[in-house]
């Protein structure tokens, strides 16, 4: 036995422990709203931020010790004050920012929330459907991605189709297929006015979330949000089909991009949106984001796909290959990938 590797080893899981302690007391912050309460406040003591936030002085007390250690907060002995730095708060504190990590932590309590369910599927190789996760996950998943669609979908993603600015801007009918919370809805309906919008997700309650977005958002007469079937409710004529961080997901990819192909326009165009990945996984080892989308479709993706029939399970590590071959076996003749960034592979397919 190599002793250095052993010790090496030995560190590196007791990092990872330690951060998942740690990652516990962050969605503990972002719960109560600790963070967003010292989020430009200066330097706090216990007492003063109890007093802001009604919460126990004591337990709080010891949360920023825990954040302080960390090297989360910053802390002054002399005083006794622990301040949130603006650059942390970013991370923390605030939705709107592309370096916001906070729905990343509450989807992980969720996940943890789910552990002896997924346990149990391990054990009998039965599926684990979305719907049955803690509400957490929903609203967790739909914080991690809104600031990287805000920042990707309407200046990346939708240029880099051939064609498909231009037409949105002229008024196109768009469906977006496993829609959630409807953030990629919403941010395209803002966009292109001219254009009307169609969001479907089997998940009623995400629906639900998704229409009282649009209301706020002042889109809601040219977005429109209803619970239905990827592989069935898909009518058309579209011109523009999309399919975020969703296509792998399912139990039946094949079905439901056939369905989108026969529902698309003549001159239509398919948008599949999908993790960054390689398709040797040789080739990402070692990668950070492919060591969170693994966990994530550890817990969530392959989970949900085997839920269901033929629960062919893509994960979300597919590559751009195997999605290749799903798009062909649903007959769309001309795939590409248009765009691919350290975060996501974007897909445009025609019939």
């Given at each position: 036995m190599d002793l250095t590797k052993l010790e090496a080893f030995h560190t590196q899981i007791a990092q990872e422990a330690l951060g998942a302690s740690l990652s516990l007391s962050n969605y503990l912050g972002d719960l109560l709203g600790i963070f967003?309460?010292?989020?430009?406040?200066?330097?706090?003591?216990g007492a003063e931020l109890a007093e802001r936030t009604g919460l126990s002085e004591r337990y709080l007390r010891e949360w920023?010790?825990?954040?302080?250690?960390?090297?989360?907060?910053?802390?002054?002995?002399?005083?006794?004050?622990?301040?949130?730095?603006?650059?942390?708060?970013?991370?923390?504190?605030?939705?709107?920012?592309?370096?916001?990590r906070s729905g990343q932590i509450e989807a992980t309590a969720a996940a943890w929330l789910a552990v002896d369910g997924i346990a149990r599927a391990f054990r009998t190789g039965e599926g684990f459907g979305w719907h049955r996760h803690d509400a957490r996950l929903f609203t967790?998943?739909?914080?991690?991605?809104?600031?990287?669609?805000?920042?990707?979908?309407?200046?990346?993603?939708?240029?880099?189709?051939?064609?498909?600015?231009d037409r949105l801007r002229a008024g196109a009918h768009v469906l977006d297929v496993g829609c959630g919370h409807g953030i990629s809805t919403i941010l395209m309906a803002e966009a292109f006015p001219a254009s009307r919008f169609e969001g479907i997700d089997y998940h009623e309650a995400s629906?639900?979330?998704?229409?009282?977005?649009?209301?706020?958002?002042?889109?809601?007469?040219?977005?429109?949000?209803?619970?239905?079937?990827?592989?069935?409710?898909?009518?058309?004529?579209?011109?523009?089909i999309c399919f975020f961080d969703a296509l792998h997901d399912m139990s039946d990819p094949v079905t439901a991009a056939r369905r989108a192909r026969e529902s698309l326009a003549e001159d239509g165009t398919l948008l599949l949106v999908?993790?960054?990945?390689?398709?040797?996984?040789?080739?990402?080892?070692?990668?950070?984001?492919?060591?969170?989308?693994?966990?994530?479709?550890?817990?969530?993706?392959v989970p949900h796909s085997l839920s269901g029939e033929p629960g062919l399970a893509l994960g979300a590590q597919a590559g751009?290959?195997?999605?290749?071959?799903?798009?062909?076996?649903?007959?769309?003749?001309?795939?590409?990938?248009?765009?691919?960034?350290?975060?996501?592979?974007?897909?445009?397919?025609?019939p």
């Open positions: 967003r309460a010292m989020t430009g406040a200066g330097p706090l003591t920023l010790s825990t954040q302080a250690v960390a090297g989360h907060l910053d802390y002054d002995p002399a005083t006794g004050g622990f301040e949130l730095p603006a650059e942390h708060a970013a991370v923390l504190a605030d939705d709107e920012a592309i370096t916001s967790g998943v739909a914080r991690f991605f809104g600031p990287l669609y805000r920042m990707s979908l309407v200046d990346q993603w939708l240029p880099a189709l051939d064609g498909v600015v629906i639900e979330a998704a229409r009282q977005a649009a209301i706020k958002a002042g889109v809601d007469s040219r977005a429109h949000f209803h619970v239905g079937d990827a592989t069935e409710d898909a009518t058309g004529p579209w011109d523009l999908e993790p960054a990945a390689a398709d040797r996984l040789e080739d990402r080892i070692g990668n950070p984001v492919s060591m969170s989308y693994y966990a994530a479709s550890t817990f969530m993706c751009a290959d195997r999605l290749g071959q799903v798009l062909a076996q649903a007959g769309f003749g001309r795939v590409r990938v248009a765009l691919a960034t350290e975060y996501n592979l974007v897909i445009e397919a025609r």
